[in-house]
């Protein structure tokens, strides 16, 4: 949904910072069924909120997740394994 500029919701979690920043999608608490159908309700009423959230994302999924990049830091990662010792 990020690489196509969807606004996402998704369950907070401390492992998302690694992989996305704040800014790219809404979170709720796990196990909080009132806070998602009010992020849900929120993301629904709120279309300057859902192209914000779109538009982050998917700035960060081209930015880190694109195949130039995996490519790039995959011949990286054989260069350096690959190197004399």
């Known amino acids: 949904a ?4 969807r606004a996402v919701l998704v369950t907070k979690r401390s492992w998302l910072k690694e992989y996305l920043r704040d ?3 809404l979170g709720v608490r796990g196990g909080d069924p ?3 159908a009010s992020a849900m309700e929120e993301l629904w009423r709120n279309a300057p909120l859902r192209d914000r959230l779109g538009t982050a994302g ?3 999924v081209r930015r880190l997740y694109s195949s130039e990049r995996f490519a790039r830091d995959l011949m990286a990662l054989t260069e350096r394994v690959m190197a004399p010792s």
Do not use: H, N, P, R
């Not at 990020?2 to 500029?5: F, K, P, T, V």
């Open 58 to 60: 998917q700035e960060t």
């Open 34 to 36: 009132a806070a998602l």
């Open 23 to 25: 800014s790219d999608y």
């Open 2 to 5: 990020l690489s196509m500029g």
